[in-house]
């Protein structure tokens, strides 16, 4: 499978943003999808999560102001961001759990700056 990331950017705080992941190749019998961001000197967290059966979860950090969806028979996923704080600003990676693996996208830069 390959994961291919869109979106992101340079924000001012209290603004919004939406990344997009499309999922393409061979994908059989998905798991889960999520969203996960890395900011400089601290380790890759997640973000929000989204399971086969809908079911989402979110990191503390983020609830209320991020939503997870996922649409085009699940295979396009997307991360809808509102009410950016200055702390969100990271790499953020798609992640696709299936039962041949786990794959992730090249990562997309968001950035929360005045």
């Known amino acids: 499978a390959q994961l291919v990331q869109s979106g992101g950017g340079l924000v001012q705080p209290g603004g919004s943003l939406r990344l997009s992941c499309a999922a393409s190749?061979?994908?059989?019998?998905?798991?889960?999808m999520g969203w996960y961001r890395q900011a400089p000197g601290k380790e890759r967290e997640l973000v929000a999560r989204?399971?086969?059966?809908?079911?989402?979860v979110y990191g503390d950090s983020v609830k209320g102001r991020f939503t997870i969806s996922r649409v085009n028979a699940g295979n396009t996923l997307y991360l809808q961001m509102n009410s950016l704080k200055p702390e969100d600003t990271a790499v953020y990676y798609c992640?696709?759990?299936?039962?041949?693996?786990?794959?992730w996208g090249q990562g997309t830069q968001v950035a929360v700056s005045s």
């Open positions: 992640r696709l759990r299936s039962d041949t693996g786990v794959y």
């Open positions: 190749g061979s994908i059989l019998s998905i798991n889960s």
């Open positions: 989204i399971t086969s059966g809908g079911d989402s």
